[in-house]
């Protein structure tokens, strides 16, 4: 069974004279929702923060060896693997990637997705590093203390799925109308107008196709800013202003912690 970008493309060869162009399924919407997520994803290509972001990889690709008793073979070690797979599409230099495997130490480090719940419907998903479970929790229950927060056993998760994010600027001479068109042939899930006046865009796609997503876009016309793989509400919330502004505080004081490498919020 064709899935609705495939019928798609196929209702584009198809004579239904000049309204055919209305039977583009893909989303194409206007920055507005989850605004946060698309400033951090804007945020991650400056040089500090993708430091951070290389180095907790370095780590991942370390705890990932580790568990398997130094096997650096990805055919038999899937989860080094994936780390490396997520490691490409951020664009981790190969440099890096190749030194962590290299320099393997075992470390005493552990990977601990905790999950936050703030007021207004507000969750995070805060992807932390740290030598334990309980360190890390602690490190998270001082910071919320401080702001409006709290940590909660488990279950929010489920209201997020994992989603490969590009943030690419259209620099060829087309307008913004070829977005949707260009979204549907990449391969992508849906396409977000984040400024009209740069020609900035956020596709989303399957976390398996980022980097095929990604290829198409920069051989037509785009220049991408930022690629990752994340988690994206299911259903995002709609928070007052001022719970909002409470959130973004967690949020900033969440990341500012050593042992938090990225922050998922639902907004």
């Known amino acids: 069974m064709m899935n609705r970008f495939q019928i798609s493309k196929m209702l584009r060869f198809l004579d239904f004279g000049r309204q055919t162009h209305k039977f583009n399924f893909i989303q194409l919407r206007h920055a507005g929702h989850n605004k946060w997520s698309n400033i951090k994803h804007i945020k991650a290509a400056k040089d500090g923060i993708k430091s951070k972001r290389n180095a907790a990889f370095a780590a991942k690709i370390n705890i990932a060896i580790k568990e398997k008793n130094g096997d650096v073979n990805t055919e038999t070690n899937s989860a080094l693997r994936k780390i490396l797979n997520d490691a490409r599409i951020a664009q981790v230099p190969k440099a890096t990637i190749d030194t962590a495997i290299k320099n393997f130490k075992n470390i005493d480090a552990v990977e601990v ?9 507000i969750i995070l998903i805060a ?5 334990s479970r309980q360190f890390v929790h602690n490190e998270l229950i001082n910071i919320l203390k401080k702001k409006s927060g709290v940590l909660e056993k488990g279950g929010l998760i489920s209201m997020f799925e994992r989603k490969g994010v590009i943030i690419a600027e259209l620099t060829s001479s087309d307008n913004l109308d070829s977005i949707e068109d260009d979204a549907i042939e990449a391969g992508a899930e ?3 107008v984040l400024s009209t006046e740069a ?3 956020e596709f989303l796609c399957s976390p398996v196709t980022v980097g095929q997503v990604r290829q198409y876009l920069e051989e037509h016309g785009y220049t991408c800013i930022d690629a990752a793989v994340n988690f994206i509400p299911l259903i995002p919330a709609n ?3 001022v719970d909002r502004k409470y959130a973004l505080a967690v949020i900033e ?15």
Request: charged share 20%; aromatic share 2%; hydrophobic share 35%.
């Open 113 to 121: 997705t905790a999950e936050i719940k703030c007021a207004g419907g």
């Open 127 to 131: 992807e932390c590093l740290g030598k």
């Open 190 to 192: 849906e396409a977000t």
């Open 199 to 201: 020609k900035t865009v």
């Open 239 to 241: 928070p007052s202003p």
């Open 253 to 267: 004081a969440l990341e500012a912690s050593s042992l938090v490498t990225a922050v998922h919020p639902n907004f």
